[in-house]
């Protein structure tokens, strides 16, 4: 599968959307790639019976002018930062099945979310969580949260998006993390930021993850055992990026507990996801889910369909 090296960004006209618009085009100028901004609309799915038992025609325009005008403003605020080069498309149909085939052509998609957390952040929203699962490339999540991961106030002020300056990305020796790994290296290139490779051991006594262990498990030994696991991937992925640093943490938690803390503190977290599809994809994986929904911070998350956009060190 070709990608172009092209940023895709969902727009609704919502300040959350705006929001990751703005991160979205600071990402592409950096990177030197266009700009595809779509927005996306749907009809009902049925039509009201009209009064001779016949049945009312949907007229759309003003639906249509009304995404028309959104992608104006979102055009104009993309070009307003800076030069860069920006496309923007009216689409018909569902905003997350939109972005996923459109995800087939480029390198990275881009969405947003209030991210207010609570049980109604839970479910994201339909896009910002059936879209990293089903995506053709890696896709940023950007929640709507000022320095540090700050509430928003409602005023319509939006937070300003800052360079990047600390990645991190988690590593549990699967697949998927070492894309995620690759794909964080690349990223931290083009930004000349920090990039921080994290692996959780859940060795804590009481009612740590693996408080089932038997006493005589050296906790010690599983951490020195995973400093060399981490080490050892590092290691490799560097092989194709010579000359590049990338500091390393093995700490005691899961790795959805350490990236979430991290978060608060971090520019971007870098995270691995199977997506299957279906059902199971849509719930991706449990570290995946549980950093979408509690990061302060925007999270890019990598599945297996994206090994083949942009994660070589020579297409950096």
């Known amino acids: 599968m070709t990608h172009e090296r092209a940023v895709l960004v969902g727009v609704d006209g919502s300040g959350a959307s705006l929001h990751a618009l703005d991160w979205a085009a600071a990402e592409a100028r950096t990177r030197g790639w266009p700009l595809r901004i779509v927005c996306s609309y749907s009809l009902p799915s049925f039509t009201a019976a009209s009064l001779d038992g016949g049945y009312a025609a949907l007229d759309d325009t003003a639906i249509l002018e ?26 018909t149909g569902d905003a997350a099945g939109v972005l996923v085939e459109m995800s087939r052509d480029v390198c990275l998609a881009v969405v947003g979310t209030r991210g207010r957390g609570g ?24 929640p709507l949260r000022g320095p540090g991961g700050a509430a928003v106030p409602d005023d319509g002020v939006l937070p ?58 050296d906790h010690e030994q599983l951490l020195a055992d995973a400093t060399e ?10 092989a194709d990026f010579p000359g590049f640093t990338v500091r390393r943490h093995v700490l005691d938690g899961s790795g959805a507990e350490l990236l979430t803390e991290f978060s608060t503190a971090t520019d971007l977290i870098v995270v691995g996801s199977r997506g299957r599809g279906g059902f199971a994809g849509l719930l991706l994986g449990s570290t995946s889910q549980a950093v979408l929904h509690h990061a302060k911070c ?6 297996s369909r994206a090994k083949d956009s942009e994660t070589r060190g020579s297409e950096a």
């Open 66 to 91: 009304g995404a028309r005008a959104v992608l104006t403003e979102a055009k104009g605020r993309a070009l307003a930062a800076g030069s860069i080069d920006v496309t923007a498309t009216v689409a």
């Open 298 to 303: 925007p999270v890019m998350v990598v599945t």
């Open 160 to 217: 300003t998006v800052q360079p990047l300056r600390r990645i991190v990305v988690g590593i549990d020796g699967s697949p998927q993390a070492d894309l995620a790994l690759r794909r964080a290296i690349i990223e931290a290139q083009a930004w000349d930021a920090e990039l921080i490779a994290v692996a959780g051991v859940p060795v804590g006594t009481g009612m740590g993850v693996l408080a089932w262990m038997p006493a005589s498990i």
């Open 119 to 142: 049980f109604a952040d839970r479910l994201l929203g339909t896009v910002s969580s059936a879209l990293p699962a089903h995506a053709h490339c890696p896709t940023v999540v950007v």
């Open 229 to 238: 696991g981490l080490n050892v991937v590092v290691d490799r992925a560097l």
